[in-house]
């Protein structure tokens, strides 16, 4: 019977041993667990930070997309700027070529005119001269034919 009471004894330890053991296992199993959702929690915490820094970090390139869209916008508008006032430069460049070309025609025409009214002027003096001549002649036969009359009388 003290064997039996013995075994009795030893089974019943066995049995305490095995659930205490038991119930440590669960302890260290519930504080696993509750490392297990500290860790998780600030995971949690971290990706929740980095979206936002993602979130932030494409606003500011959404910012930067539509300031450098706006840049181009400026620098198409000032090329186009550009491009209208050299076209505008051209035609200007062509208009005083033109020009140029007409004053010079005109130049030549006046120069022209000038040689026409000299040579006009020269043509009025030399019928002056014979005018003058002839009256000069005119007068002196008149001159001679009274001076006939005069020496028949």
Wanted: hydrophobic content about 50%; glycine content about 2%; proline content about 0%.
């Amino acid at each position: 019977a003290r064997a039996a009471a013995a075994a009795a004894v030893s089974a019943g330890a066995a049995a305490a041993a095995e659930a205490a053991r038991s119930a440590a296992g669960e302890a260290v199993a519930r504080q696993a667990e509750l490392d297990a959702l500290h860790q998780a929690d600030e995971c949690s915490r971290e990706a929740s930070t980095a979206l936002r820094e993602v979130e932030a970090s494409r606003r500011r390139e959404d910012a930067l997309a539509l300031a450098l869209a706006d840049k181009d916008a400026e620098a198409l508008a000032t090329a186009q700027k550009l491009a209208a006032a050299e076209g505008r430069a051209a035609a200007a460049e062509q208009s005083a070529r033109m020009a140029a070309e007409q004053l010079e025609e005109m130049r030549e025409e006046a120069h022209q005119i000038l040689i026409l009214a000299r040579a006009r002027e020269d043509q009025d003096q030399e019928a002056h001269r014979a005018r003058v001549l002839q009256e000069e002649e005119t007068a002196r036969q008149q001159s001679a034919a009274v001076e006939a009359r005069r020496g028949e009388a």
